[in-house]
Nanobody, 117 residues
């Protein structure tokens, strides 16, 4: 079955960096667009960044320049490099498969990112 397993979350001071990883299994990773969502306490889940099968990326305005999404199809792994972290980046970050039919939307369990001032 499909599995998305995130890692790399933790606590960091404002201005610091973290790199999230997501290992996918149970489907052909290279065939599907992927993304990262986040959900802060009391807020709706937000799409942070996506990467398509050809490597095209998108970012929500609040993370542009600071975050970089990437994928390694040979390792079935999705990454999110987060630099210059701000307190407002504090949230649970979810890896997601994005699409329809074979690539139907699917989320991992999430990893906590906490940024302190």
């Amino acid at each position: 079955q499909v599995q998305l397993v995130e890692s790399g979350g933790g606590s960091v001071q404002a201005g610091g960096s973290l790199k999230l990883s997501c290992v996918a299994s149970g489907y052909i990773f290279s065939h599907c667009s992927m993304g990262w969502y986040r959900q802060a306490p009391g807020k709706a889940r937000e799409l942070v960044s996506t990467i398509s099968v050809d490597g095209t990326t998108t970012y929500v305005d609040s993370v542009k320049v600071r975050f970089t999404i990437s994928r390694d199809n040979a390792k079935n792994t999705l990454y999110l490099q987060m630099n210059s972290l701000k307190t407002e980046d504090t949230a649970v970050y979810y890896c997601a498969r994005i699409g329809a039919v074979y690539c139907a939307n699917y989320w991992g369990q999430g990893t906590q990112v906490t940024v302190s001032s």
